[in-house]
């Protein structure tokens, strides 16, 4: 059975930082191309940042680049998402995902493959 569960979420003043981790049970994150979401109330899903298998890319939406970082770490089969300088419009519920793809689009965002996996989601809530 597969479950990746992330943590690492919480309250935080703006211009601060948190680290997001999504352990992965039931599947290799080497095997998958690995990324985040975040959802925000009363907006759509966001793709915000994909690691494919091969780990040779990383890959950011518009609205995060030069202040997300992901990265993994295969020995624990975990997925990080380092976010510096958060804003008020980073807050959001923040999903870990394990997809067939994932590719730079040239206008700037992430185009996704199909979604084989969700985490469960932890609440990213940024104070102005």
């Known amino acids: 059975q597969v479950q990746m569960v992330e943590s690492g979420g919480g309250l935080v003043q703006a211009g601060g930082s948190l680290r997001l981790s999504c352990t992965a049970s039931g599947l290799s994150i080497d095997n998958l191309h690995m990324g985040w979401f975040r959802q925000a109330p009363g907006k759509e899903r966001e793709g915000v940042s994909c690691?494919?298998?091969?780990?040779?890319?990383?890959y950011y939406a518009d609205s995060v680049k030069g202040r997300f970082t992901i990265s993994r770490d295969s020995a624990k089969n975990t997925l990080y998402l380092q976010m510096n300088s958060l804003k008020p419009e980073d807050t959001a519920m923040y999903y870990c995902a394990a997809s067939t793809e994932c590719a730079q689009h040239s206008r700037g965002y992430i185009y996704w493959g199909h979604i084989a996996y969700w985490g469960q989601g932890t609440q990213v809530t940024v104070t102005s």
């Open positions: 690691i494919p298998w091969s780990g040779a890319s990383t």
